[in-house]
Structures are given as structure tokens and as C-alpha cells.
């Protein structure tokens, strides 16, 4: 079985950080492109950061120059680093694998909750 599990969300105040973590197993790690997604209430999922399996990034604007996504393959995990953040960056966010070379939904986690929030 496929299984991705997001850890590490919780209440902060802006300005502050978080490390979002998500493990993955049932897959081949190192061939799958890893993605952290969030969808506020009443909005579309997005895209947040991106790793393929070379190690190329992609941010979305909103969060480049403050988060940072990454990843170790030997422990099949995803990391997203959250500086700096922003009450517009509350969200339930989550993991997303795609084997490399395919176009489809992929696998998800079930999301954890970041809120910013005075």
C-alpha cells in the first residue's frame, strides 16, 4: 500500500516558522517528483513547492524567499521548510508523490492544519 503521512503543522504567529515533514512509503522514493500543496477554506488546492527527482525546486510566488522544500531519499522524506509566515499562508497542506514522467493526480497525504495566526 502507498501511504503519505504530513506532520508538523500546528498554530504559530506570523512571522514565525514551521517545518512541515511527510514520509513516504509503498513507493520507489527516489523516482517520484514530491510536491506540498494547501487549500484554504473555500479555495482551490495550489501548488506550493516542488522537487523532482533530480532535485530541480519550483516555488510558487506567493512563498519563494521563504519556504524551502527538500528531501532525503534514504528516509523517504519530504520536508517544507515555512519562514516568515503569513496569516494568508493558513491552510490545510499537503504531500503529494507523481512517479517522474507521468502527468496524473498521483498519491496524497491526508493534510495537517497550519494556521498563522496574533
Known amino acids: 500500500q502507498v501511504q503519505l503521512v504530513e506532520s508538523g503543522g500546528g498554530l504559530v504567529q506570523p512571522g514565525g516558522s514551521l517545518r512541515l515533514s511527510c514520509a513516504a512509503s509503498g513507493i520507489i522514493f527516489s523516482m517520484y517528483s514530491m510536491g506540498w500543496y494547501r487549500q484554504a477554506p473555500g479555495k482551490e488546492r495550489e501548488l506550493v513547492a516542488s522537487?523532482?527527482?533530480?532535485?530541480?525546486?519550483t516555488y510558487a510566488d506567493s512563498v519563494k524567499g521563504r519556504f524551502t522544500i527538500s528531501r532525503d531519499n534514504a528516509k523517504k522524506l519530504v520536508y517544507l521548510q515555512m519562514n516568515s509566515l503569513k496569516p494568508e499562508d493558513t491552510a490545510v497542506y499537503y504531500c503529494?508523490?507523481?512517479?517522474?514522467?507521468?502527468?496524473?493526480?498521483?498519491?496524497w497525504g491526508q493534510g495537517t492544519q497550519v494556521t498563522v495566526s496574533s
Open positions: 522537487i523532482t527527482s533530480a532535485g530541480s525546486t
Open positions: 503529494n508523490g507523481r512517479f517522474g514522467g507521468t502527468v496524473g493526480p498521483g498519491y
